[in-house]
């Protein structure tokens, strides 16, 4: 390919420093834009023939070309020079060697500006729609799972401390809960990026009869902008887009921290697959759970990147300046991590296995029940925040007469404390008769975990 002149280079005098080139190109990054570079090209060059700025013969020999570097790009037999600087002279640069001086009509009424900032809205309404997949089939993963322990009973913990009894499905449908709003969210931001900027031009617009809706329409945007001076610098959805993944890669970070904590020997909760974990180069029997770190771990490149979009945006005049070149090495690199931790998260929960034998021998360690006792107190006419502290003292005196569980107590021992307790009182302490108690809506026992499941494979089918 012969070096094109760029159009600008009459403004300016003498050669490009090559430490110039080199700092200035998005080449390196943005050629991923390619498809949609295309796409946006054929959409503008359809309606520049339509409003007659170039002839139809133009506008098809513009499409052919352009469909052929497209080819040539995905079979990898495109040449990219770093000279182009970007991925829109890239292409301009190829169309015109093609076809002449119809590829020189194509940026006729655009300005890279407005270009690169429909080809990132064109890129991201696919990426969003490839996490949204992600998101459900770790959901799936989730529930699948959940179906198989909605009678197995764990502690759930607050501050790390063992706090009521809930059953493995409800801890498990807890995270499908968490990615739902993820979902939602993300959702909702493919919906307010799916505008359309293109026909803006550098700032201002243009003195030529542009059809923006049709352009709009034909590249499936659901409107247009309707500032230029705002649509051409507005990387408002791109944040959005990074706190998403954000949110989605905190969720994830939990779900790990707490797998990592319950396939330790203290734990032993669960048991992942080898092919998700490693071994130690000097210790023969550790069997470690990097997959699941290094989850945890990448949530900080997420975070790393919301930060320096935001930091971008900050202190920009009006309206495009070239910092927003940088938007895209922080957005990519955002939707590449969580991209790939949803599928390794997906791949964890799938061949993993509670032991749900050594969870149950270790129910009555940590007074799970201590609660269910304050509501039975309840039940019997006395105040909570009485009833809260009769069970304390209970509690306090297990530990004083080292009993693992409230149940060690004889009866002259809770009739002492208090003298409406009475023999009913042995029924209401066991973790697994307490989860299948539990009456509010939403709570961690068997019947609400049977119907959250029928909810959620509902949703998912939906989704």
């Known amino acids: 390919m012969t070096k094109q002149e760029k159009s600008w280079e009459k403004r300016l005098s003498g050669t490009a420093d090559e430490l110039a080139v080199e700092f200035v190109e998005s080449l390196s990054y943005d050629r991923r834009l390619y498809k949609y570079d295309i796409a946006g090209s054929i959409a503008h060059a359809e309606m520049l023939a339509e409003r007659k700025i170039i002839t139809r013969a133009e506008a098809a020999d513009i499409k052919k070309g352009l469909l052929e ?23 301009e640069s190829a169309l015109v060697a093609k076809v002449g001086d119809a590829g020189k009509k194509l940026h006729t009424g655009r300005s890279r500006n407005d270009q690169v900032a429909t080809d990132i809205r064109l890129w991201m309404r696919d990426e969003i729609e490839i996490l949204l997949t992600r998101m459900t089939q770790l959901q799936i993963a989730l529930v699948r ?15 790390l401390q063992r706090a009521q ?109 080898d092919a998700y974990c490693t071994s130690s180069s000097m210790m023969p029997q550790k069997r470690n759970p990097d997959m699941l ?17 935001l930091t971008i945006l900050k202190a920009q005049p009006s309206t495009y300046n070239r910092d927003l070149q940088e938007d895209k090495i922080h957005v990519f690199a955002a939707a590449d991590t969580t991209d790939a931790c949803l599928q390794m998260a997906a791949a964890i929960v799938s061949h993993t296995a509670f032991n749900t034998k ?11 029940d201590a609660t269910a006792l304050a509501e039975y107190l309840v039940r019997k006419g006395i105040p909570f925040r009485q009833a809260h502290g009769i069970v304390g003292g209970l509690v306090a005196l297990c530990e004083k007469e080292d009993k693992k569980k409230l ?3 004889s009866i002259e021992q809770f009739k002492a404390a208090c ?22 809506a939403g709570s961690a026992g068997p019947d609400s975990a049977k119907a959250q499941i029928v909810y959620w494979k509902g949703k998912l089918k939906e989704q």
Request: aromatic residues 10%; glycine residues 6%.
């Open 69 to 91: 570097i497209g080819e040539q790009i995905a079979a990898g037999k495109f040449t990219f020079h770093k000279t182009q600087e970007d991925i829109h002279m890239a292409i």
């Open 145 to 159: 799972q959940a179906e198989k322990y909605i009678d197995d009973v764990m502690p759930a913990y607050t501050h």
């Open 165 to 273: 009894p809930a059953t493995i499905a409800s801890y498990l449908l807890s995270f499908v809960e968490m990615l739902a709003r993820d979902w939602s969210r993300l959702k909702d931001c493919r919906d307010r990026l799916n505008v359309c900027p293109l026909g803006s031009g550098a700032v201002a617009g243009s003195t030529l009869p542009l059809d923006r809706e049709m352009t709009a329409k034909n590249l499936g945007f659901a409107d247009i902008t309707y500032n230029s001076i705002d649509a051409v610098s507005d990387r408002d959805f791109c944040a959005e887009f990074i706190f998403c993944c954000s949110l989605i890669s905190a969720h994830l970070s939990r779900l790990a921290e707490d797998w990592i904590l319950y396939t330790s020997a203290e734990f032993s909760f669960i048991r992942t697959d």
């Open 293 to 309: 770190e290094l989850i945890r771990g990448k949530t900080g490149a997420v975070y790393g990147a919301l930060v320096a979009m």
């Open 358 to 368: 050594r969870i149950a021998d270790g129910l009555d360690e940590g007074f799970l």
């Open 407 to 409: 149940g060690d107590l």
């Open 419 to 440: 003298d409406k307790i009475e023999a009913d009182v042995f029924e209401t302490l066991n973790p697994k008769g307490v989860c299948q108690s539990y009456k509010t």
